[in-house]
């Protein structure tokens, strides 16, 4: 009896600490991980970009494996119940912590794990850091056993056409964008674009690192694709209508904040002046949205002074 209730006790510690995961098909032989569209935080387990896995003939594909080793787990089981195929290749669309600390799960002898030089370069130089970021929002318990590896074969040209598992996958390389060196991988055959951290579905966009103009340019490439499906790196899959919300949005920015810069007001105090109702129920829309009008306003005072 004593040792039932212990093993209660400890399922319920184990099963009952993050949100659980899922596998959602999306078209045939492609799958989205979803990430919670927050922060990361302990109730969320730091799972809060999505993951996505194509299926070809050699295998899977894992895109963005997570944010610990522990969650990489967690979606290996999924995958070996539902799936029942091997990754074989390992991608990393941008050098977040949220999308690449998994990868030590999948990354093994003979499995591909593909990035951008840019992208590799930025785990090499800051993974170490984003880690210990990401253990201080998620606690040391969930981060235990997330070990940093790094991208063993990495694309340094604009385009590229990759064969991994067997699916051909055109590689799209941005030195702007969300984040420098970030990919885009867009699926023809089947008219799938992962678009990483490029596009994101009702959630504020994150200009930490981006230069609004290089991301708007970036937007207008992946727009030409014209593809059937969006897979975005942050909330529910959708079609070529995310890439034209996010760009909205960024009109809007660009706008607004050129306004108001000419008005001679400050940077400071130009998110109160600027809130935008249309996105106010868009995650994150506190605190992104005032920290990208920020982020604009210095863009843009800078443009008046170069001009
Ligand atoms: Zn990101």
Same mark, same amino acid.
């Given at each position: 009896m004593r040792a039932a209730v212990l093993g209660l006790i400890a399922l319920g510690a184990s099963a009952f600490a993050c949100p659980p995961l899922s596998l959602q098909a999306i078209v045939p032989g492609v799958w989205l991980v979803p990430g919670a569209q927050? #922060?990361?935080a302990r109730g969320n387990c730091g799972r809060v970009a999505n993951s996505v896995v194509l299926e070809g003939a050699q295998g899977l594909v894992m895109v963005? !494996? =997570?944010?610990t080793y522990k969650d990489g787990l967690r979606v290996r089981q999924l995958i070996r119940a539902q799936? *029942?195929? !091997?990754?074989?290749a390992v991608v990393a669309t941008h050098a977040h912590p949220e999308n690449v600390l998994a990868a030590s799960v999948f990354v093994k002898p003979g499995v591909v794990f593909f990035a951008s030089d840019i992208t590799a370069a930025r785990m090499r130089r800051y993974c170490p850091r984003c880690r210990r970021n990401l253990r201080a929002a998620i606690g040391e318990d969930e981060i235990r056993g997330t070990r940093i590896v790094l991208p063993r074969q990495t694309i340094q040209s604009a385009r590229a056409t990759v064969e991994l598992a067997g699916v051909t996958l055109t590689v799209l390389r941005f030195e *702007? =964008?969300? @984040?420098?060196g970030n990919i885009a991988l867009y699926d023809a055959a089947r008219g799938v674009l992962l678009a990483g951290g490029l596009v994101n579905n009702r959630q504020i966009p994150q200009m930490?690192? #981006?230069?609004l103009a290089d991301w708007a340019a970036v937007l207008a490439e992946l727009a030409? @694709? #014209? !593809?059937?499906h969006v897979l975005p790196g942050h909330g529910p899959a959708g079609d070529a209508g995310l890439i034209a919300a996010i760009r909205g949005y960024f009109e809007q920015l660009e706008r607004s904040v050129g306004a108001d810069v000419q008005t *001679?007001?400050? &940077? #400071?105090?130009a998110p109160q002046r600027l809130a935008f109702p249309d996105y106010r129920?868009? &995650?994150?829309? @506190?605190p992104e949205h005032g920290l990208n009008v920020q982020k604009r306003w210095r863009e843009a005072e800078q443009e008046l002074f170069d001009r």
């Amino acid at each position: 009896m004593r040792a039932a209730v212990l093993g209660l006790i400890a399922l319920g510690a184990s099963a009952f600490a993050c949100p659980p995961l899922s596998l959602q098909a999306i078209v045939p032989g492609v799958w989205l991980v979803p990430g919670a569209q927050e #922060a990361p935080a302990r109730g969320n387990c730091g799972r809060v970009a999505n993951s996505v896995v194509l299926e070809g003939a050699q295998g899977l594909v894992m895109v963005d !494996p =997570g944010p610990t080793y522990k969650d990489g787990l967690r979606v290996r089981q999924l995958i070996r119940a539902q799936i *029942g195929r !091997p990754v074989v290749a390992v991608v990393a669309t941008h050098a977040h912590p949220e999308n690449v600390l998994a990868a030590s799960v999948f990354v093994k002898p003979g499995v591909v794990f593909f990035a951008s030089d840019i992208t590799a370069a930025r785990m090499r130089r800051y993974c170490p850091r984003c880690r210990r970021n990401l253990r201080a929002a998620i606690g040391e318990d969930e981060i235990r056993g997330t070990r940093i590896v790094l991208p063993r074969q990495t694309i340094q040209s604009a385009r590229a056409t990759v064969e991994l598992a067997g699916v051909t996958l055109t590689v799209l390389r941005f030195e *702007g =964008g969300h @984040l420098p060196g970030n990919i885009a991988l867009y699926d023809a055959a089947r008219g799938v674009l992962l678009a990483g951290g490029l596009v994101n579905n009702r959630q504020i966009p994150q200009m930490r690192d #981006a230069q609004l103009a290089d991301w708007a340019a970036v937007l207008a490439e992946l727009a030409d @694709l #014209a !593809p059937a499906h969006v897979l975005p790196g942050h909330g529910p899959a959708g079609d070529a209508g995310l890439i034209a919300a996010i760009r909205g949005y960024f009109e809007q920015l660009e706008r607004s904040v050129g306004a108001d810069v000419q008005t *001679g007001n400050d &940077a #400071a105090s130009a998110p109160q002046r600027l809130a935008f109702p249309d996105y106010r129920d868009w &995650a994150e829309y @506190l605190p992104e949205h005032g920290l990208n009008v920020q982020k604009r306003w210095r863009e843009a005072e800078q443009e008046l002074f170069d001009r």
